[in-house]
């Protein structure tokens, strides 16, 4: 019998301990529940702080005054609002508490001056008078194989309070974020894509775009209306890709990149693009289209000087820049670049490369590198194939030798030499677009009435070296000596999945999507 009394003794202990248990649990729902905006933080007081937990204040509720009428929100207003601070209240115990500062800024709410635990405040907005419609200044796509992000830029005289996302016909999408992801898409699938945006007093704007799933940026260029229209193949990608090139007086081939103009010159095999500084403003001639002039190299007596780098008694050392990447002046690629792309860097590629085809064509006592010491010229492959010894034969190749294909350090192939991505443009490349060797031709956009060098290449006679430029009359030169001074234009390579839009004309730049 003990032991019954004993057993029935702890089942009403238990049982009352589980309903205690029960009843504080839900005592801390409820009161979580109700409270819709909490504040809990440590806030300083006359001597020493308070720790408040989330029971120490609620906000109770948030009215809108708009239009006339008071409407229940149930957040606090971003854009567009003013806190009334008459309607607006804070109470303790139900006893309204003056010394406590409803502040609104930028979007949020503080409490000035909170110092009781359950104090339960209201707020109340007014909306800002606003008759102006906001204006959508341009969608920008970009993505993935299974995905499309869309970022939104468009203004406001007060701001912008969401964003409506639409994808074909599905239903709007609401957000205060000016991008938007659809994903679970389907690669080269095409949409449209509908965008409306809206102020606290709902004036609107709408515009809609077509975009495509899997687009790298040579798919946008090629999407153009006047896309590229040579093809070959080039050392990237080991040859395996599909080259496009630009050809003509003014293709629509113009990029608006890091606050320049440039020209792009191609897609690369590895889908990666390559453009040709083209100055400031839109410029077609003069010496806007350059960032100055300077020598290729500062010394012309050794054939080591056609380097774009050198190494004394080499044919293709990379120990010293040349003067023209590495000198001082403002004139010298990578000080151009340090000064003017190092923000944009995460956009240029480093892997793609520049030509300096240095491989000798013809067998020469001064092609070992020792310079000065022959009679015999050494013929360079840029000119071999662009003028064959006095025999007109424009044979441009893209292919390189993979020792003289310049690379920055961190890449996967070339010669790994360079401190900053940027080159020049090759002989091959001016002749691919109708720049040819000793025959002037002012029909081709790299024409600038300017001479300005190329990276190739042509010639060393065992005392000068040589190097192409492309001259004023429009044509490639061959005959000019290193240590010459002509105009720089850099070249650099974007990377393949850089996300684009526009569609090259002068007014309608390609442009790099967020850069």
């Known amino acids: 019998m003990n032991f019954e009394v004993l057993k029935r003794s702890h089942l009403k202990r238990n049982i009352l301990i589980a309903v205690l248990v029960v009843a504080l649990i839900s005592s801390l729902i409820l009161n979580f529940t109700q409270a819709k905006y909490r504040v809990t933080e440590s806030m300083p007081l006359i001597q020493g702080t308070i720790n408040f937990s989330p029971s120490d204040l609620n906000l109770m509720a948030v009215y809108l005054n708009k239009n006339g009428e008071t409407i229940s929100s149930d957040k606090v207003p971003h854009v567009g609002y003013t806190l009334n601070t008459e309607q607006s209240i804070c109470e303790v115990n139900d006893v309204e508490d003056e010394t406590i500062e409803i502040v609104y800024e930028n979007g949020l709410l503080n409490f000035n001056g909170l110092g009781n635990k359950g104090t339960k405040c209201t707020a109340y907005f007014d909306l800002i008078p606003d008759s102006e419609n906001p204006v959508i200044n341009a969608i920008n796509s970009s993505g993935d194989d299974t995905s499309i992000t869309i970022t939104v830029d468009a203004t406001d005289n007060i701001g912008i309070y969401y964003y409506y996302y639409k994808l074909d016909n599905e239903e709007e999408i609401r957000s205060e974020e000016n991008s938007y992801t659809f994903e679970g898409l389907k690669k080269d699938s095409v949409h449209t894509i509908t965008v409306r945006v809206e102020d606290a007093a709902g004036n609107e704007a709408s515009a809609t775009d077509e975009v495509t799933v899997g687009l790298r940026a040579g798919d946008v260029i090629l999407a153009s209306a006047n896309r590229p229209t040579g093809q070959t193949t080039d050392w990237t990608n080991n040859g395996q890709g599909v080259t496009y090139y630009y050809t003509g007086a003014n293709p629509d081939n113009w990029f608006y990149f890091a606050g320049f103009y440039w ?91 520049f030509c300096g085809d240095r491989t000798p064509s013809t067998s020469s006592s001064s092609s070992n590198g020792s310079g000065g010491t022959g009679t015999t010229t050494t013929y360079y492959g840029a000119l071999i194939r662009l003028y064959n010894k006095g025999t007109s034969n424009s044979n441009p190749s893209l292919q390189c030798d993979s020792q003289d294909v310049y690379t920055t350090t961190d890449s996967s192939s070339g ?101």
């Open 415 to 515: 010669n790994k030499s360079l401190q900053y991505p940027i080159g020049l443009v090759t002989a091959d490349e001016a002749a691919l677009t109708g720049i040819t060797y000793n025959n002037a031709n002012t029909g081709s956009y790299l024409y600038t009435g300017q001479t300005y060098w190329t990276m190739s290449p042509s010639t060393f006679d065992g005392r000068n070296a040589r190097v192409f430029d492309v001259n004023s009359s429009g044509n490639l030169n061959a005959g000019n000596c290193v240590d010459f001074t002509y105009g720089v234009r850099p070249v650099i390579n974007l990377k393949a999945d850089t996300p684009l839009t526009g569609s090259g004309t002068t007014s309608d730049p390609f442009k790099v999507v967020g850069a």
């Open 263 to 353: 020209r792009i010159i191609r897609i690369n095999g590895d889908g990666s693009i390559r453009m040709i500084y083209q100055g400031t403003s839109a410029n077609t001639t003069g010496t806007g289209t350059q960032i100055g002039t300077s020598a290729f190299n500062s010394s012309y007596n050794n054939n080591m000087y056609v380097g774009f780098k050198y190494t004394s008694e080499e044919v293709h050392g990379t120990g010293t820049n040349s003067t023209i990447l590495g000198a001082s002046s403002s004139s010298s690629l990578n000080t151009w670049y340090s000064n003017n792309l190092a923000d944009d860097a995460e956009y240029i590629d480093g892997n793609a490369g």
